[in-house]
């Protein structure tokens, strides 16, 4: 492709509503996905490893890309599938420096695998006792593979990144990526071993049943990057009018998820934050499905009692008999109240965040549980339009006594 088509990723990339959505969020999806992109941008192309070890230049540059490669493992062990093919890529392409391609690698991932080991053992266990190692890698892999611990939190069908990860994430642009890649040349063989990539990630992720847009996301670069081969060899009298297109679909749904959809769950954070340093909140208990709001991370007042209904893994008990605590809620919220909010490791709270939508609920008896309480309505936050999930309809509601 070269380095023509730069001003068109340049562009592509900041009119994605989906980077606009996902890549300033605290996510440990959006660092994989950075270390990924610097990775890549320092692997070997097929012109440096024709002097490779012989160009000390070429050879720091693949030393630093599997440094990187190496950080975006550690943020989440299953980056792996990605340098999994390109090395494995890499060896087969340049059979005679194999045992250099292998070598660097297997140094390199131990040196950072080790400090890893060390930093976390230290870190969960206050000592660096080797009878104690905290093996984080083999953990995720463990939990989330093998045990399918995952599945908890929800199963979607083995097409679900094709049906929907990809077209949602790409929208208006998914036509200009099919037409870039059939527009690279065979002899790219970069470039195509790229959509390789993206091929082989999205089947990998694919034969897993827990899906998440969020789980595809440091191949999403690789994406834009035919979006933007497409965009530049489409012909030159209909260029200015797709990117026009592209700007008015991408850009005004970027703003609207940024802006205003969802936002009632972190304004009430700041609400809760700024009541708090006026010592008008004094514990806080959310009744919402778990990890619905930002929580500490805009709060940030430990002095605060606050809890939310919790969705931990069952890592110690039987998964087909195992409901956690939000589920549990929402089963029979009135029920709930009367038996686990109260009670001396749970009081009422002074304020109680919830969703308009359960008001409604078991037939408007939370309401007036709430009013019996000495609870009233003290703040209102639109939250959004719609949203799949009928446990979040609704303005954010805080109830006061």
């Given amino acids: ?22 890549a300033a969020r605290t996510l440990s999806n959006t660092v994989e996905t950075m270390f990924t992109v610097i990775a890549l941008n320092y692997w070997p192309s097929n012109v440096y490893w024709c002097n490779f070890l012989f160009n000390i230049p070429h050879t720091r540059n693949y030393r630093i890309s599997l440094l990187w490669a190496s950080l975006a493992c550690v943020m989440r062990p299953t980056n792996a599938l990605i340098w999994i093919f390109s090395g494995l890529q890499l060896a087969a392409r340049f059979s005679g420096r194999r045992i250099a391609v292998l070598l ?5 991932v131990a040196i950072i695998l080790t400090a890893n080991i060390a930093l976390d053992t230290f870190i969960y266990s206050k000592e660096l006792n080797v009878e104690k190692l905290v093996l984080t890698p083999i953990n995720f892999f463990k939990i989330n593979v093998l045990q399918s611990i995952s599945l908890i ?8 990144y094709i049906s929907q990860g990809v077209p949602v994430i790409l929208t208006t642009m998914l036509p200009f990526a099919l037409y870039g890649y059939r527009c690279t040349p065979d002899k790219a ?17 694919s034969l897993l049943s827990h899906k998440e847009f969020r789980f595809i996301f440091p191949v999403v670069p690789l ?3 035919f979006v933007a081969n497409g965009l530049s060899n489409i012909p030159t009298r209909w260029r200015k009018l797709s990117a026009i297109a592209l700007m008015v679909t991408q850009v005004p749904m970027a703003l609207y998820l940024s802006l205003w959809h969802q936002r009632g769950v972190t304004d009430v954070m700041l609400w809760i934050r700024e009541q708090a340093n006026n010592s008008s909140v004094h514990s806080v208990g959310v009744l919402m499905p778990c990890h619905s709001t930002p929580w500490q991370s805009v709060v940030h ?9 919790t969705c931990e893994p069952p890592l110690h008990s039987n998964e087909e008999e195992y409901i956690d605590e939000a589920d549990r809620f929402y089963a029979s919220p009135a029920l709930f109240l009367e038996k686990e909010i109260g009670q001396p490791e749970r009081p009422w709270p002074t304020h109680l965040v919830l969703f308009e939508n359960l008001l409604e609920m078991d037939n408007a008896k939370i309401k007036e549980m709430l009013t019996k309480s000495g609870y009233r309505e003290c703040a209102r936050f639109f939250n959004s339009h719609f ?7 609704g303005d954010v509601l805080v109830y006061c006594r």
Wanted: proline content about 3%; glycine content about 6%.
């Fill in 1 to 22: 492709m070269g380095n023509t088509i730069a001003p068109y990723l340049l562009f592509i990339t900041l009119c994605s509503w989906y980077n606009f959505f996902i």
């Fill in 104 to 108: 660097n690698a297997a140094i390199i």
């Fill in 153 to 160: 939190y929800g199963v979607h069908p083995w097409h679900w």
């Fill in 189 to 205: 063989k970069d470039a195509r071993s790229l959509g390789h990539l993206i091929i082989w990630v999205l089947g990998a992720y």
């Fill in 223 to 225: 994406m834009l990057i």
């Fill in 301 to 309: 007042r430990s002095d605060v009692d606050m809890w939310f209904l």
């Fill in 387 to 393: 949203h799949d999930d009928w446990r979040r309809r």
